[in-house]
C-alpha cells in the first residue's frame, strides 16, 4: 500500500496576554537584562493568567489552526497534545481539548518527550495519515512551564514562558506540491537526569519533604544541555538532508526548538545557512518546551515567509534526552 500523502492545513497560535520583561525579572532574582539578553536572546516571555491552563491554550490554538484550515471541529479524528505541563497527571490534556473545543469524532491522546514532543505528535499524526486511519489530526503543543519554574532560582525562571501552537495535519492528492517527507527521531535516557521535573511521579510521590525541597520544580544542567544540543541537532539536520538528496541551501526556513539564541545560531552556522533561514522568536516567548515549533511556525505563516513547495525543516532537542528533526514540503 502506498502511503497516503499528508500537509499542513492550518495553523495557529495562543500566547498569554500578561508578558514579564526582564526588567520585571530584574527585580524577583538577582539578574539583570544585559546577561538574559545576551546569554540566551530572551527579552520577554508570556505568562499564563491564574484561569489558564495548558489545555486552555491548548485548545485557543487548537482552534485557531481548525479554522485557518477550514475545517469543522466534526472533521477532527484525533487530537494529540505535547506537553510536559499538562493540566494533570491524567486524564490528558488532550481530552480537556476535545471537550473545549467539542469534537464529537476525535481520538485523545498526550505525547510526553519534552522539548521534542511537537515533532514525535508530528510525526505520529504523519503515520496515522500515511497509513489512511485518519484525515485531519490536530497536533497542539502547549506549556504552562511558569507554574513548573522555581521563581526563585535564576538558572532555570528566566528561561521560560507559557504559549501554544497548533497545526492540522490533513491527508491530500498524491500530486499535491505539499507533504511531508521525513522524521529521524531518538532518545537517550541516560541523559535523563540533566533536566528534569523529579517529584510528583510514582518515583517520587509528592509529599511535605518534595515540596518543601522544590523537587517539583524543573531542574537543569544548562551548560551540559547547552553542548548536547548544538551537536544533536546539527547532526539530525545534516542526516535528514543527506538521505534526502538535499543541501542547507534548499531548505527555505528552519523553525527550530527556542531554548536559546546562542543555541540556534551556533546550529545555523554549522549547516551553513543564512540568518534568514533560521527562525527565531525566543526574545518574545523565551522557551516554551513543546510549544516553540508550533508556535513560531504560526507566526512563520503570519510573516507570510513561506510559499507551497517550500522545503521547511523542525528540529528539536530536550529532557530525556528526546530528539527529532522533520523535512516537509510546505
Ligand atoms: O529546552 C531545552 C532545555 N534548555 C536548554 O537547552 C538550555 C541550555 N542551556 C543554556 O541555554 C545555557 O547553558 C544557560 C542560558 C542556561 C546558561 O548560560 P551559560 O552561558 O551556559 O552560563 P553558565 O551556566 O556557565 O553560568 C555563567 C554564570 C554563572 O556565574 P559564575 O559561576 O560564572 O559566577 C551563573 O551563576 O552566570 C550566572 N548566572 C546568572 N547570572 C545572572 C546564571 N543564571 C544567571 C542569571 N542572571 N539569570
Avoid at 526556513?253 to 539564541?261: G, M
Wanted: hydrophobic letters at 45%; charged letters at 20%.
Amino acid at each position: 500500500m502506498k502511503p497516503i500523502k499528508a500537509q499542513i492545513s492550518g495553523v495557529g497560535k495562543y500566547a498569554p496576554e500578561k508578558v514579564l520583561s526582564n526588567l520585571d525579572l530584574e527585580k524577583m532574582v538577582d539578574t539583570n537584562d544585559e546577561w538574559i539578553s545576551s546569554r540566551t536572546g530572551i527579552k520577554r516571555r508570556h505568562i499564563a493568567a491564574d484561569n489558564e491552563t495548558t489545555s486552555t491554550m491548548a485548545a485557543e490554538a487548537g482552534r485557531k489552526a481548525i479554522e485557518n484550515a477550514g475545517l469543522k471541529p466534526e472533521d477532527i479524528e484525533m487530537v494529540i497534545v505535547a506537553s510536559l505541563s499538562p493540566d494533570m497527571m491524567f486524564p490528558a490534556s488532550a481530552c480537556l481539548v476535545q471537550d473545549i473545543l467539542k469534537l464529537p469524532k476525535a481520538g485523545t491522546v498526550d505525547v510526553s518527550a519534552a522539548c521534542s514532543g511537537f515533532v514525535y505528535a508530528f510525526s505520529m499524526a504523519a503515520g496515522y495519515i500515511a497509513m489512511g486511519l485518519h484525515k485531519n489530526v490536530l497536533v497542539i503543543g502547549s506549556e504552562v512551564m511558569s507554574r513548573f519554574v522555581d521563581w526563585k532560582d535564576r538558572n532555570t525562571c528566566v528561561l521560560f514562558g507559557d504559549g501554544a501552537g497548533a497545526v492540522v495535519l490533513s491527508a491530500v492528492d498524491q500530486n499535491s506540491p505539499s507533504e511531508v517527507i521525513d522524521f529521524i527521531l531518538g532518545g537517550d535516557g541516560s541523559g535523563g537526569d540533566q533536566l528534569s521535573l523529579p517529584a510528583g511521579g510514582s518515583k517520587m510521590p509528592a509529599t511535605h519533604e518534595t515540596v518543601d525541597q522544590g523537587m517539583h520544580y524543573l531542574k537543569m544542567a544548562g551548560n551540559n544541555v547547552f553542548k548536547f544540543a548544538v551537536r544533536t541537532m546539527t547532526d539530525i539536520t545534516v542526516e535528514i538532508l543527506n538521505r534526502n538528496n538535499l543541501t542547507a541551501d534548499k531548505v527555505k526556513l528552519v523553525v527550530p526548538h527556542q531554548a536559546n539564541f546562542r543555541i540556534n545560531d551556533a546550529v545555523r552556522e554549522r549547516l551553513g545557512m543564512t540568518e534568514a533561514q533560521m527562525f527565531n522568536n525566543i526574545f518574545e516567548y523565551g522557551n516554551t518546551s513543546g510549544a516553540t515549533i508550533p508556535l513560531g511556525l504560526a507566526e512563520a505563516v503570519e510573516q507570510n515567509l513561506l510559499k507551497r513547495g517550500d522545503y521547511v525543516i523542525f528540529v528539536s532537542f530536550g529532557g530525556g534526552f528526546t530528539w527529532g528533526v522533520s523535512l516537509i514540503k510546505w
